[in-house]
T-cell receptor, first 111, second 118 residues
Framework: SQQGEEDPQALSIQEGENATMNCSYKTSINNLQWYRQNSGRGLVHLILIRSNEREKHSGRLRVTLDTSKKSSSLLITASRAADTASYFCATDDPGNTPLVFGKGTRLSVIA | GAGVSQSPSNKVTEKGKDVELRCDPI?????LYWYRQSLGQGLEFLIYFQGNSAPDKSGLPSDRFSAERTGGSVSTLTIQRTQQEDSAVYLCASSLAPFGRGSYNEQFFGPGTRLTVL
């Protein structure tokens, strides 16, 4: 069953704007990860945030985690056309089951 | 070093035929995962190998699907008597450590195999 659910399903912005994507999940987690996928092929790991962390930064990426609301957000600042991709959140629960991925947010950055 | 590789990159087959998809994980990675992604959808977990332990097959959609991992390295996903609904991109990933509390289990993905069943 789907654990992470991304919102919105699709997002279109102008280059230079910020993009915010949200992820909600259902059960307790060890950590939450964000991945990017270009052109429907392999995924690339972006950032991992542990359940005891609230915010994490990596370059133009900022991830927040609210375990009380079972939600996370991914912010991409100063977006570029190259950021156009699908973004997935994935959760790792304490039950030792493999990562569960959401359906993703399709981000289009228009130059 | 080299990343995860998969072959073939594309496979077109006729309904009812068997297919084999191959995954070469990153050297030294103990965990290997297979996922399936239908058009516009998220990743569907299929099977997970960890070291010499029995694989977690809980995601395999039917008994037509099977996978093996030889020598703790290369893995082959086999789909027997393919159906049109099997058409999807099949993604393989490996990670250095197994998942679990306290483990950092970033997964490294291969480019996938696009399977089309006519």
């Amino acid at each position: 069953s789907q654990q992470g659910e991304e919102d919105p399903q699709a997002l279109s912005i102008q280059e230079g704007e910020n993009a915010t994507m949200n992820c909600s999940y259902k059960t307790s987690i060890n950590n939450l990860q964000w991945y990017r996928q270009n052109s429907g092929r392999g995924l690339v790991h972006l950032i991992l945030i542990r359940s005891n962390e609230r915010e994490k930064h990596s370059g133009r990426l900022r991830v927040t985690l609210d375990t009380s609301k079972k939600s996370s957000s991914l912010l991409i600042t100063a977006s570029r056309a190259a950021d156009t991709a699908s973004y997935f959140c994935a959760t790792d629960d304490p039950g030792n089951t493999p990562l569960v991925f959401g359906k993703g947010t399709r981000l289009s950055v228009i130059a | 070093g080299a990343g995860v590789s998969q072959s073939p990159s594309n496979k077109v087959t006729e309904k009812g035929k068997d297919v084999e998809l191959r995954c070469d994980p990153i050297s030294g990675h103990t965990a290997l995962y297979w996922y399936r992604q239908s058009l516009g959808q998220g990743l569907e977990f299929l099977i997970y190998f960890q070291g010499n332990s029995a694989p977690d097959k809980s995601g395999l959609p039917s008994d037509r699907f099977s996978a093996e991992r030889t020598g703790g390295s290369v893995s082959t996903l086999t789909i027997q008597r393919t159906q049109q609904e099997d058409s999807a991109v099949y993604l393989c990933a490996s990670s250095l450590a197994p998942f679990g509390r306290g483990s950092y289990n970033e997964q490294f993905f291969g480019p996938g195999t696009r399977l089309t069943v006519l």
